[in-house]
């Protein structure tokens, strides 16, 4: 039974990184396409402004904690999870995953050519991995039926999607029963740390909880962003003062 917690309305699911392993693998033999998804705190936020993303993020078959403000809101809450499990350290899970045949991958996002970089580079680490499509992220609403055809032609088991918040969430929720895959992770900014595009945070930041301080020394730009942030904590403090009246 899927055992969820429910944070501002959201069941996040309460799974270790080998129990989120062991879904994947259960999904590769089934027949529908599953829809999993990585939120942080910047998307859980944003789902509490848009009915639209919420719905999205209630109707996945997998959802995991990828930012450490989304574990530290579920202990505020009461309702624990046991770990973080980011969007790019369960895709390279799944790349080393032991399976009884090579795994098809379709790679989806980032700018021309990098989704092909990705994809060597993969194929250089994992050789139980085959890549049998590439397709940027730069398309428009009139280029996705052409997008699927692609995907689908490919025969691959994952699609990875990488399109950046709400738009890879918006994608995989109204084109899953489209696809022939059998599982689509949005994965954020994976393809582009795969590529070797975008730096994944050292090590000091990520077991301290300030990947956000890492990404804003490397992107200024995104301090509004973050914003959401203390306001998520805010929110969910706010929140847990309301159940425990």
Request: charged residues 25%; neutral net charge; hydrophobic residues 40%.
């Amino acid at each position: 039974m899927r055992k969820t917690s429910n944070i501002l309305g959201i069941p996040v699911d309460c799974v270790t990184m080998p129990e989120a392993l062991l879904r994947v693998r259960e999904f590769l033999y089934e027949d529908k396409s599953k829809a999993i998804y990585t939120p942080n705190s910047e998307i859980m936020m944003e789902a509490q402004r848009d009915p639209y993303l919420k719905e999205i993020l209630c109707q996945s078959d997998l959802l995991i904690a990828d930012g450490a403000g989304v574990v530290m809101a579920s202990h505020i809450l009461g309702c624990d999870l046991p770990e973080r499990v980011t969007g790019v350290d369960l895709v390279k899970n799944i790349f080393a995953m032991d399976f009884d045949r090579k795994l098809k991958f379709f790679f989806l996002g980032g700018k021309p050519g990098v989704a092909q970089i990705a994809r060597d580079n993969v194929l250089a680490q994992y050789p139980n991995v085959e890549v049998t499509g590439c397709h940027d992220g730069y398309f428009s609403d009139n280029d996705i039926l052409s997008v699927i055809n692609e995907i689908n032609a490919s025969d691959s088991d994952i699609l990875l999607v990488a399109l950046g918040q709400k738009k890879q969430e918006s994608f995989i929720h109204q084109n899953k029963d489209k696809l022939n895959v059998r599982a689509c992770i949005g994965c954020g900014g994976t393809i582009d740390i795969l590529a070797g595009t975008a730096q994944l945070a050292p090590d000091f930041f990520r077991n301290n909880n300030l990947e956000w301080l890492f990404r804003l020394y490397k992107q200024p730009k995104r301090f509004r962003r973050m914003l959401d942030l203390p306001r998520f904590m805010l929110t969910v403090i706010k929140a847990r003062r309301f159940f425990t009246k």
